[in-house]
């Protein structure tokens, strides 16, 4: 696969922060399409590589590529392609959903802008919502509306950082569907959990990282070839590997 094939393509990526190296000469490719799942313990570095491809910071050294472009040239065409969800909410609380999205779409210059925010609202089911502030609205709700504003630009990679942690079970299934349905419309995914059984379900491909290096990149059929891993063995996998780094 040349490099326009991958979504994501990484060089000897480093990243450090106080000569600690949180990104460890990474070498990664993240195809186009599907859902690929980044695991590993607590300062393994999965939350700075996101932050990397998004945007927000900036590699020490090395070579990151999105769709074929280099990262390091931040165009608006560039930055439109890639959209970011955090952990943690960062909506506006005073706003209202509807307002969230339009402003978010007015930062990205999309247009038309009202059809654009009204596709998303109906997407989401967000039409009993949409004059809500974002303060009065329960979690998984909120998680709802910052994967719908993520969704305004129409990127075509979307980063999940930890998007059900903390959810209800219900709740967690609604995301799950989502992801679901965005892989199903050509969406290529990349996502942070520490559910076993999450990653399993959702991942074409995972890759296990340690201390800022990856340990391992399969597709999910490979891996189940080589260990016949079901959710619990991929969970036994993850264990050892924050404990033992095996």
Same mark, same amino acid.
């Given at each position: 696969?040349?490099?326009?094939?991958? %979504?994501?393509?990484?060089?000897?990526?480093?990243?450090?922060?106080?000569?600690?190296?949180?990104?460890?000469?990474?070498?990664?490719?993240?195809?186009?399409?599907?859902?690929?799942?980044?695991?590993?313990?607590?300062?393994?570095?999965?939350?700075? @590589?996101?932050?990397?491809?998004?945007? @927000?910071?900036?590699?020490?050294?090395?070579?990151?590529?999105?769709?074929?472009?280099?990262?390091?040239?931040?165009?608006?065409?560039?930055?439109? @392609?890639?959209?970011?969800?955090?952990?943690?909410?960062?909506?506006?609380?005073?706003?209202?959903?509807?307002?969230?999205?339009?402003?978010?779409?007015?930062?990205?210059?999309?247009?038309?802008? !009202?059809? *654009?925010?009204? &596709?998303?609202?109906?997407?989401?089911?967000?039409?009993?919502? *949409?004059?809500?502030?974002? *303060?009065?609205?329960?979690?998984?709700?909120?998680?709802?509306?910052?994967? %719908? *504003?993520?969704?305004?630009? &129409?990127?075509?990679?979307?980063?999940? !950082?930890?998007?059900?942690?903390?959810?209800?079970?219900?709740?967690?299934?609604?995301?799950?569907?989502?992801? %679901?349905?965005?892989?199903?419309?050509?969406?290529? @995914?990349?996502?942070?959990?520490?559910?076993?059984?999450?990653?399993?379900?959702?991942?074409?491909?995972?890759?296990?990282?340690?201390?800022? &290096?990856?340990?391992?990149?399969?597709?999910?059929?490979?891996? &189940?070839?080589?260990?016949?891993? !079901?959710?619990?063995?991929?969970?036994?996998?993850?264990?050892?590997?924050?404990?033992?780094?095996?």
């Amino acid at each position: 696969m040349d490099e326009a094939g991958y %979504a994501v393509e990484t060089e000897e990526l480093v990243k450090t922060y106080n000569n600690i190296c949180v990104v460890d000469h990474l070498n990664l490719r993240i195809p186009r399409g599907g859902v690929f799942g980044l695991l590993g313990p607590n300062g393994a570095g999965k939350t700075t @590589l996101m932050k990397m491809i998004a945007g @927000l910071v900036r590699p020490t050294s090395g070579r990151l590529r999105i769709m074929g472009q280099d990262a390091g040239q931040r165009t608006p065409a560039l930055k439109k @392609l890639v959209g970011l969800i955090p952990q943690d909410s960062n909506l506006e609380r005073e706003f209202t959903v509807e307002e969230a999205l339009r402003v978010y779409g007015r930062l990205f210059g999309v247009k038309p802008l !009202d059809s *654009r925010v009204e &596709q998303i609202i109906e997407m989401f089911s967000l039409q009993n919502m *949409r004059h809500k502030t974002i *303060r009065a609205l329960s979690g998984g709700m909120m998680r709802r509306v910052l994967i %719908a *504003r993520c969704l305004v630009p &129409q990127p075509e990679l979307l980063l999940l !950082d930890e998007p059900t942690v903390g959810l209800d079970p219900d709740v967690r299934q609604s995301i799950w569907e989502i992801i %679901a349905s965005l892989r199903n419309a050509g969406k290529t @995914l990349v996502f942070t959990t520490h559910y076993m059984e999450e990653a399993e379900r959702l991942c074409d491909h995972i890759a296990m990282f340690r201390q800022g &290096q990856m340990v391992f990149s399969d597709t999910k059929a490979a891996l &189940q070839q080589k260990i016949g891993y !079901d959710a619990h063995d991929l969970e036994e996998l993850f264990i050892r590997l924050a404990r033992e780094g095996v």
